[in-house]
Structures are given as C-alpha cells and as structure tokens.
C-alpha cells in the first residue's frame, strides 16, 4: 500500500524553488560549485524530508522501530544507517539513475546529467554521500561550512528526496494498449527537473514455462539503474502465454502428422531430438516451417497492455506453466 501522498507537494514546492534560482543563476557545470544561505536553507528542508520519508519507507518495509544498541539498551532510530540501508538491501536504491532534464539547466558534463543521488546515501561520516555531508555540515555550523551548501549539493539531495518520493507511490502506471496506440510513458512522472530511469520488458521469447528468465535480451545491469520497468501487464502477459500455448499445441500436432517430417527422419535419424525449427528448415525449409508453424491465436492479440512497474526488485511477471487439458479452438 502506497504511503498517503504527504511528501510529494512538499517536494514540488522545493522543486519549484529550485527553478526560481534557474532565473537569477546560470544553471552550467562550471556555477555547480556556487552557494548561498539560501541553497543551505533548501538543502537542510530537503534532507529532513528525506529523513522522514525515509523512515516511514523503513517502517512500510517491517524494519525494526526500536533498535538497540550493542549492549541492548534502547538508541535512536537513524535515518541513514538504518532506514535507508533497509532501502538499499531491498531496492538498490544506490544504483538507480536519474536523469537531469529541466529545460533551463544547461549542465553538458554527464557526470552532471545522469545522477545516482541515493550512492553512500546509506553510509555516515566522510563515507557517505556530498549532499549528506553539506547537510550535517550546515544544520550543525552554516557560517563555516558554507561552501557546501552548492547547487551541486542541492541538486543531489533534491534527486534523492525525488527518487524516495517515486518508492512511495503507486507501484504501476498504465500505459494503454499496445496495438495502435500512441501513449508513452513519461518518464518526469510529474517532476519538471528530473526524469526516472527505466527500462523495458516486453521483448519476450515465449516457451511453455514462462518466467523472468524469458526476458529477452536479458536486462542485466539495466534493471539494477532503472526505477521504473515497462512491461506487459500480468492480464496481457496470461493471455500472451495461452495463446502461445495453444498455438504451440496445434504445431506440435502437424509435425507429428507431417508425412514429409516422418520421411525426412527415417532418412536422417540424426535429427531425431532437434528442435521443430531445424527439422523443419532441414527437411523443406521456409516453406515447410511456415506449414508446420501455428499463429492463429498469437495473430489475434489485439488487447494487451502495457504499464510502467516501480522496479522493487522482487520479480517482473509470474511464473507460467504449460496448459493442461487445453481445447484448442
């Protein structure tokens, strides 16, 4: 269940904040380093609200409320080593990128426009992330540590609150129909600075067993930076998997049937135990593989789905078996 929506009009109205200083300052690589009592006014509310947002994620997530430290007496809850080392065990939040995209930001360094803000945010002290440091710095001694109250900084721990607001909401976005549709996903999901990185599901290589493992290519390291997954919905992704099984059925039986397959076998035996595709490709080529192969269910797909998934770590489809008893129609 989604946190109620107590942190996200706080965000935007930082955000909008932010792009207020865009007018008086030019946002480049080279001003990233410029700072202010009001950018450490801006970096100190960001990260109280990353404090609180993180600690209620912590708790959505069954971690312990009521710590205790080595000799078992009661301490303080923290919000890094704590809440958001919990974040990162479930989530890898530390990997996940964000892009700068705010029209009037003219950072060209990509070091500057693809950020992974919540990287050692779990970590303290000299170990943990700019942003983290600038903060603690300035709540505790703003006339000297000043300096680290940049746009830099700032930037970082707005990406970090916006990355932890994205965790508390709706897990999955609908996208709209797949056949003749023009929705895409935007990938802002309501930001005017950043936009969450994703990446894509829905190339599928169908068997009777279906899983995660039948995503192809496989998403790799890709899935470790991105936010959100775009996906078939587990509805179109059910439906996908039966009509492959039945069409699966249909070739199963015509190979079996086929005089021209039982021909080619007798008389090379070393086939025997090949995939339908090579027998077939082998015995009479296209014209026999596009005989023997059955599309009419797959062909009549006109409803599937799409939808943006918050990418938790815990699986993108269900796990699909071979139907049993299928009539085929």
């Given at each position: 269940m989604p946190i109620l929506n107590l942190y996200w009009p706080v965000y935007k109205n930082l955000e909008k904040e932010f792009l207020k200083l865009a007018n008086y300052i030019h946002f480049s690589d080279d001003q990233l380093g410029t700072y202010s009592m009001y950018i450490a006014d801006l970096i100190v509310r960001c990260s109280v609200e990353i404090?609180?947002?993180?600690k209620e994620?912590?708790?959505?997530?069954?971690?312990?409320?009521?710590?205790t430290d080595s000799e078992g007496n009661n301490r303080d809850l923290y919000f890094d080593t704590d809440c958001l080392d919990l974040l990162e065990q479930t989530w890898i939040l530390s990997k996940k990128q964000i892009a700068v995209s705010a029209i009037?930001?003219?950072f060209v360094d990509e070091k500057n426009t693809i950020l992974t803000p919540l990287h050692k945010a779990h970590k303290r002290g000299t170990s943990g992330s700019k942003w983290k440091q600038a903060y603690?710095?300035?709540?505790?001694?703003?006339r000297n540590s000043l300096k680290k109250a940049?746009?830099?900084?700032?930037?970082?721990?707005?990406?970090?609150?916006?990355?932890?607001?994205l965790y508390s909401r709706d897990e999955r976005t609908d996208i709209g129909r797949v056949y003749l549709n023009d929705h895409n996903f935007d990938s802002r999901v309501g930001s005017e600075i950043f936009s969450a990185h994703y990446c894509r599901a829905t190339g599928l290589s169908m068997r009777p067993n279906m899983n995660d493992n039948c995503i192809s290519p496989a998403?790799?390291?890709?899935?470790?930076?991105?936010?959100?997954?775009?996906?078939?919905d587990d509805k179109s992704f059910r439906e996908m998997h039966k009509n492959f099984c039945l069409d699966n059925q249909i070739t199963i039986e015509r190979f079996g049937k086929s005089a021209e397959i039982?021909?080619?076998?007798?008389?090379?035996?070393?086939?025997?135990?090949?995939?339908?595709?090579?027998?077939?490709?082998?015995?009479?080529?296209?014209?026999?593989?596009?005989?023997?192969?059955?599309?009419?269910?797959?062909?009549?797909e006109k409803g599937a789905r799409m939808e943006a998934m918050l990418n938790k770590h815990s699986g993108i489809y269900p796990e699909l078996f071979p139907?049993?008893?299928?009539?085929?129609e």
């Open positions: 404090e609180s947002l993180s994620l912590y708790c959505m997530l069954g971690g312990n409320m009521s710590p009037n930001f003219y603690q710095a300035v709540k505790h001694d703003r940049s746009i830099e900084n700032l930037l970082h721990a707005l990406g970090a609150l916006y990355i932890l607001n998403l790799g390291d890709e899935l470790e930076k991105s936010i959100y997954v775009i996906k078939y039982k021909k080619f076998l007798a008389e090379h035996p070393e086939y025997i135990g090949k995939s339908i595709n090579e027998i077939c490709m082998a015995a009479g080529g296209t014209n026999l593989l596009t005989r023997i192969f059955c599309f009419q269910h797959t062909m009549q139907l049993e008893d299928t009539k085929i």
